[in-house]
């Protein structure tokens, strides 16, 4: 049911979420004479595309559970763990690895390195479908109780 809110929401966190292969969330600096950058993306690590491309499945997913609310509802948690997952990863292979990767917000030469924020932004437009799930499940409550 693409007229239902939640419908537009947890649409725009499956597009927001792939966008994860393209905007960089670091850099990978190499310490050679050419000293090479490359940026690190969802692509960059297996792990880091496994759980983006699963985040986008689960969002995608529970679209189609319009029929069953509760079901819907307990789906978009999913994409929430999974997202706080990717951030937690982001984290760890920018900051506790030795391999020279790096964090950077904000611009970086000449690109815009905003990768960071995408489970961030995917996590609150999920949050706000969960809450017009819930209000649309309310609302059924309420009328069956009239009835």
């Known amino acids: ?10 649409l725009l966190a499956t597009i927001v979420i792939t966008l994860a292969f393209i905007l960089p969330y670091g850099i990978n600096k190499v310490d050679t004479p ?13 792990f ?4 983006t491309i699963l985040t986008a499945i689960a969002c995608f997913f529970s679209i189609f559970l319009y029929k069953n609310r509760k079901q819907q509802m307990k789906c978009t948690f999913i ?13 760890y292979n920018t900051y506790l690895t030795h391999i020279g990767n790096k964090m950077v917000i904000g ?3 000449s690109q815009l390195i905003v990768g ?7 996590i609150i437009l999920i949050a706000m479908a969960y809450n017009g799930i819930k209000s ?7 009328t069956d109780r009239l009835r």
């Open 1 to 10: 049911m693409i007229q239902r809110k939640q419908t537009i929401w947890l």
């Open 34 to 46: 050419t000293s090479l950058e490359t940026m690190l993306t969802a692509k960059s690590n297996v």
């Open 107 to 109: 611009l970086y030469g």
């Open 79 to 91: 994409p929430i763990l999974l997202s706080i997952c990717m951030i937690g990863f982001e984290i």
């Open 48 to 51: 880091l595309m496994v759980l």
């Open 136 to 142: 649309d499940e309310k609302l059924i409550r309420d």
């Open 116 to 122: 960071i924020f995408i489970p961030i932004v995917t």
